[in-house]
């Protein structure tokens, strides 16, 4: 009957259950942890993507400032120095097609995001 009793009177969690509620809660704290790492990477690389876009949008708005017949001479002159927004960032428009009526340009905007190569192109049209 004392047994009973004392097993009554006693409060609180045990070592062992103490130690799988610590174990629960640390799986729990390394979840929501590499979850925020992989939100900050997605984050960046967007970041990233969104400059290229905007950089190859301003090299689109340069060419369309130009006269429809020197269009590949600006191309083939076109010194992207002014970008360095990305690291490694390059500009290069592959494989230009140009008619009597129509020009179709690619922008190619190239650059390294952790220790990998990165690519963004859009293709337009400028006609006569």
Excluded: C, H
């Excluded at 097993?7 to 509620?21: C, I, P, T």
Aim: charged share 15%.
């Amino acid at each position: 009957m004392e047994k009973d009793k004392r097993k009554l009177n006693r409060k609180g969690f045990s070592m062992v259950e103490m130690m799988f509620g610590a174990s629960i809660l640390l799986v729990a704290i390394l979840a929501v942890l590499y979850s925020f790492i992989s939100l900050m990477s997605l984050n960046e690389s967007s970041k990233n993507l969104t400059t290229a876009v905007n950089d190859a949008q301003y090299a689109l708005e340069q060419i369309k400032s130009q006269s429809f017949n020197n269009i590949p001479a600006f191309i083939s002159s076109y010194s992207p120095t002014q970008f360095a927004n990305l690291s490694n960032e390059n500009i290069t428009f592959p494989g230009p097609v140009y008619t009597s009526t129509l020009d179709t340009i690619t922008v190619q905007i190239t650059w390294n995001e952790r220790n990998a190569t990165k690519t963004f192109s859009t293709t337009t049209r400028f006609a006569q």
